[in-house]
């Protein structure tokens, strides 16, 4: 190493900063203040120009915030399975809740219902069929006559018969919520570590699999979906959807593209009965369990699909635990592919979402970038990778940032030390987003908002850096520049009407 | 904001990108390989040349870091008093204790030596009172008669008298090492919060005060730190030091001068011993609690002995926790003195060791530079802190990170999310060490540099960054440069021994 020269470089700097009066160990008040002005000014929403009103309510935000870091507990730093009933208490919270927040980015079709709404309402359907595995989780199954048994499953039994059976239902009901969701009282010692939590998340979607498949309910649940988001206060939606097989209750099944019109057709009735809020995308992924060659056809497919249903469709994504799935260089040939036809196939990959630094899976993020990708989902390990972070900051591809989901999946305890707060506070392009609300059971995006706004952001995060964070998701949107124009526009005014109600 | 400006900005940017053929979504290998590359230069140690036998060194520290991280426990990711037996059995942790270290520039003074040695060595001397307190801690005192009683202390008793009424001493002994430790098996259920982890901490150094500054042990104690870190293959020290009152048997009293002095004597005496060592400087240090007033004096005392003992005395710190203590803003008017005078008083200051953005603490960070520091001590939160980040890096100030006291003392729970990663991914100026190893059950470097290489590091740590942590731990010390040669010289024949004997 040049050492003799980057020791004058270094002195070159030092004598600049001295220039600059810097150096002298007199701080000068004023210069002190328009340095930390100039820190300020580089966060997420620090170059944002704020109302007197807006100025009220921000000033009234960290106020609220200040007695929260006084308190005894401290939400943020606590697991999210704690925090859940403080944080309902907050004042911030529910200023949260009624603050339109544009759009939810990185959210999966299988957890954005809470998991009560799956118990009390679609297991109660007739014709609802469940057995128990020998892993202690429940598979379920809609069908007109005695489904055939699964392997490693109980014989199948009548939820309906089933329940006639017992003296209270609590308890069984209870138990399928359990099955449905990881939300429990202790997680440190339901969940020891990564994989334990991975194996039950994934078990969860398993359970959910059999009820969520069956075309009534599919489309149902996916309306109730935007249901619970725009009662949150959310105007759009990105979902990454599996696009299974969905069933009818004769047996007889669906192929990829009628669930993508069915996601297209409750969409547009869901914006033709509320007029104020903008739809929905897809992002169609596949586990990244698969191989190379089967990626190839899946990306032929996703190509097709994309051609024939532009309006709803956004691109496409891998899925599935990034530490333990292939990594996306493996699937070079099939993610080259639309490039090289020259067609179009937006990518909103999953990456970095491990805290294992240097290994295949931490390559994702360069590869997501040097693929072109629209968004990075969880980038948690960006800031540990200074030229991936550049040139997401260059290209203006935005960091999906989940911190329930991170924490949860434990990734990360103390939300204050999320890399995203790096990230906020250098101003590099970020959205807030809550994954899998359902599994952790958050909801909408008001509960991620909270731990981005109180604990990433700290009592450096004003309403400017919520205005941003809002702005933000409809521009790093999948939309048309003209669809984010409406789609700001109409933020726009729910956003003033918040500001007035909520400044005095 | 300038949305359309920002856009504009944004596209000229892609365009670069895509004429530099990153944005065509066909990754090419090579240029892929080149971007790699070129980020694994930015790191700590990145650039550093290898010879052929430290590249055969590398490759297998990585293969044996392979290990370690497909192992059922990974020891970063585990509180250290859980992980120390792990560490302890790692090959990687012995290679690391054969290393040459350079120097350990983050110490403080009153925890270098196991507390085991206090215990087995010091209680046991002769005239050594002990007391009880009310909060269950302990106080001693070496004296020639009865001493006087201490306000909330049970009545001084002879340890020896005590020891004597009892069947068994180990008891005794293990419950005295309790009161000079952290160390626990269950520190969660020991320690639920930062308050507690805290308070506990510093009673730890009440405990031992009246052991340390008597006059032989406070010589004798120093002279063991020495042996400990020289034994550790460490070849430097800068102890942050209080610089307390020295008593005699007698009650008599000795000024600081004398305790600096004694610094002085016992260090030359050590050297001359051990002529591989290069001795130990000493950076005077008070307890932030004090007033702006009081600060006024104890910095004018400080300009005097950095006078009166050039050789010794390093420069200046405020010790304590920052996040319970007065910012250094408040301090303004006693650290502007020396730069005012024309006088060098160096400044050492501890600053950002928070997990609280955008508070009055996590402003040192800032003013720690426009007061000049020589160094930043911890600097936890720089990643927050984009511009602070910058001037420390232009202005060539190294940070001291420091991440077993860091988890210990509960900023961060997973070493692999310490922001250090980042920094040191970024070629950040760093160096490791260990603050007060006896409070947490370590010894030496070894241990943190055990989880800066396997946990911050990750994969992407390789010789080379132990390396240039070394050679920065001589360049970003207090030494003159001639002294820096001389030091560099020394550890680069110990680094080609030890590369000579452990690369075959």
Not at 132 to 144: D, G, H, L, M
Not at 209 to 226: E, M, Q
Not at 391 to 404: F, Q, Y
Request: aromatic share 10%; glycine share 6%.
């Amino acid at each position: 190493m040049e050492v003799s020269f980057l020791r004058v470089r270094a002195q070159i700097a030092v004598l600049l900063l001295c220039w600059a009066g810097i150096c002298s160990g007199i701080p000068d008040p004023r210069q002190r203040d328009s340095l930390m002005q100039q820190e300020a000014s580089r966060q997420t929403g620090g170059a944002m120009l704020l109302t007197e009103a807006e100025q009220r309510l921000s000033a009234r935000l960290l106020k609220l915030k200040q007695q929260e870091m006084a308190g005894p507990q401290f939400p943020p730093s606590m697991h999210f399975f704690r925090a859940r009933p403080l944080i309902q208490r907050s004042p911030i919270f529910s200023l949260l809740q009624g603050m339109p927040k544009g759009a939810a980015l990185h959210l999966h079709d299988l957890s954005i219902v809470g998991a009560d709404w799956l118990v009390k309402n679609v297991t109660y359907r007739p014709h609802c069929y469940i057995c128990f595995t020998a892993t202690q989780s429940v598979r379920f199954v809609f069908s007109a006559r005695q489904p055939s048994p699964l392997p490693q499953c109980s014989p199948w039994k009548l939820l309906e018969a089933l329940r006639a059976q017992m003296n209270s239902t609590a308890d069984l009901d209870n138990s399928l919520l359990q099955n449905l969701t990881l939300f429990t009282s202790d997680p440190e010692v339901a969940y020891p570590n990564q994989d334990v939590v991975w194996s039950k998340f994934e078990n969860t979607f398993l359970a959910a699999l059999g009820l969520l498949t069956y075309a009534p309910v599919f489309k149902d649940y996916f309306y109730r979906g935007l249901q619970e988001f725009y009662a949150d206060n959310v105007q759009y939606l990105e979902l990454r959807a599996l696009l299974p097989e969905i069933y009818e209750l004769d047996g007889a099944k669906h192929d990829r593209a009628w669930t993508l019109k069915a996601y297209q057709d409750v969409a547009r009735q869901f914006v033709n009965e509320h007029p104020d809020f903008l739809g929905a995308r897809v992002i169609y992924t596949v586990h990244r369990g698969i191989n190379s060659s089967e990626l190839i056809d899946v990306v032929k497919e996703a190509m097709r699909l994309q051609k024939e249903f532009p309006e709803v469709m956004a691109g496409f994504d891998l899925v599935g635990r990034e530490d333990s799935g292939k990594p996306l260089w493996y699937f070079r040939e099939g993610l080259s592919l639309p490039a090289e036809l020259g067609v179009t196939l937006p990518y909103f990959f999953h990456a970095g979402e491990t805290d294992w630094e240097g290994t295949d899976t931490d390559g994702n993020l360069l590869d997501a970038l040097l693929f072109n990708t629209s968004r990075i989902g969880h980038g948690f390990a960006l800031t540990r990778h200074p030229l991936a972070k550049d040139l997401s900051r260059k290209m203006g591809v935005a960091v999906e940032v989940c911190p329930i989901s991170n924490q949860v999946m434990q990734l990360v305890a103390d939300l204050r030390n999320h890399p995203a707060a790096s990230l906020m506070s250098e101003g590099h392009p970020l959205v807030i987003s809550s994954d899998d609300p359902a599994s952790f059971g958050s909801s909408g995006l008001s509960y991620d908002f909270y731990e981005a706004f109180v604990g990433l952001g700290g009592m450096s995060a004003h309403l400017g850096t919520l205005k941003e964070l809002a702005i933000n998701s409809i521009r790093y949107s999948s939309l048309s520049p003209q669809l984010k124009d409406k789609a700001l526009a109409l933020w726009q005014r729910k956003w003033d009407k918040f500001i007035s109600e909520n400044s005095q």
